[in-house]
């Protein structure tokens, strides 16, 4: 039996709250996956090189990305032709086995933050806009709620208002909040709060950064300096730097994220208003073209709509109700 098939087995016996946030997330882009799938399959008795090109297209309209869809539609391709199978709905369960291949290949798939030291530091970083602030808010309500004690910093300390924002969140989470004033050095936020963490037994620090990207070089000294602080304080690096991407700009946050990496060592992704895109195969490019694995996936703007990305049920969420099931 196919990966899929398995997967598909055994998430369709059990239910849980994260199953249902995957599967109403990817509501828009399951639709537009599922729907496509269908037509061809109604256009399409058997297969041929049209319809493998066709399958091809579908794939990069749903964001996969160029590379990544090519790869994917040859390794279908390949393995229907070995096992000799024509049939449209065999070869849809061969595409969801080599999506899940693609991104399983070279990789863990642990997405979880590990607490292996007294004080964990997470760095945010991103674009103004793709949901920074409002990740933080989630992660901090979803650590306090295992039991962590958890500090934030407020390092967006230029754009107006970004403090408060900040600040409203933590009182709801009640969480606790070093701020600087507006413009005033974000490393010195940093600095105050890495103090705070350590001579207060935090588990958890979260330092919100700015996300401008007026010059490269200045992004990349920003970085530098907030990382060379945590390197001081820590004897090592930040734990994790989250880099949010929002799932609506499609390779366009793939490219942005480019720029990030030449200035910061990115550990993981954060991707954001996956409920607002119908193009849910970015998660794929992403994998592909960035080799960073997505820690945690975001389906609406309430505190709780955060989920650690779970290939398993994204597939699911995506795939649900491929042949009329
Ligand atoms: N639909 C949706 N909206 C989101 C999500 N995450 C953030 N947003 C919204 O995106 C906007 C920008 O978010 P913010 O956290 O301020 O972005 P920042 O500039 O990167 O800090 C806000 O209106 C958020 O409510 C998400 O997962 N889904
Ligand atoms: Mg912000």
Request: proline letters at 1%; charged letters at 30%; a neutral charge.
């Amino acid at each position: 039996m196919g990966l899929f098939k398995k997967i598909k087995e055994a998430l369709s016996k059990k239910s849980s709250t994260k199953q249902e946030k995957y599967v109403s997330g990817l509501d828009k882009s399951r639709k537009n996956f599922v729907d496509k799938l269908a037509q061809l399959q109604s256009k399409y008795k058997n297969s041929n090189e049209e319809y493998f090109d066709e399958l091809l297209q579908i794939l990069i309209l749903s964001d996969v990305g160029v590379n990544t869809a090519m790869h994917i539609i040859d390794a279908t391709q390949a393995e229907a032709a070995a096992s000799k199978i024509t049939d449209i709905h065999q070869i849809n369960e061969i595409l969801v086995d080599k999506m899940f291949v693609a991104y399983t290949s070279d990789d863990y798939l642990t997405s979880e933050i590990q607490f292996v030291h007294d004080l964990t530091v997470l760095l945010i970083v991103g674009v103004n806009g793709v949901g920074k602030t409002t990740s933080i808010a989630k992660l901090c309500n979803r650590y306090k709620k295992q039991g962590k004690k958890v500090l934030l910093a407020a390092g967006d300390t230029f754009r107006a208002g970004a403090i408060d924002q900040l600040k409203i969140w933590a009182e709801r989470v009640k969480v606790d909040i070093v701020t600087g004033k507006e413009n005033s050095d974000p490393s010195s936020v940093i600095y105050d709060a890495l103090k705070k963490a350590k001579a207060e037994h935090y588990d958890l620090l979260i330092c919100d950064t700015a996300g401008r990207v007026q010059t490269k070089q200045h992004l990349m000294d920003e970085l530098a300096k907030m990382n060379r602080i945590i390197f001081k304080e820590l004897q090592r690096p930040a734990d994790e730097v989250l880099l949010v991407i929002d799932a609506t700009t499609g390779q366009n946050g793939v490219l942005q994220a480019k720029a990030f990496f030449d200035a910061t060592a990115v550990s993981g992704i954060i991707l954001t208003k996956m409920d607002s895109t119908s193009k849910g195969g970015i998660i794929l490019a992403i994998k592909d073209e960035l080799k960073i694995p997505v820690k945690f996936i975001c389906f609406g703007e309430k505190i709780d709509d955060i989920e650690e990305f779970d290939l398993e049920q994204y597939l699911y969420g995506l795939t649900k109700g491929l042949e009329g099931e």
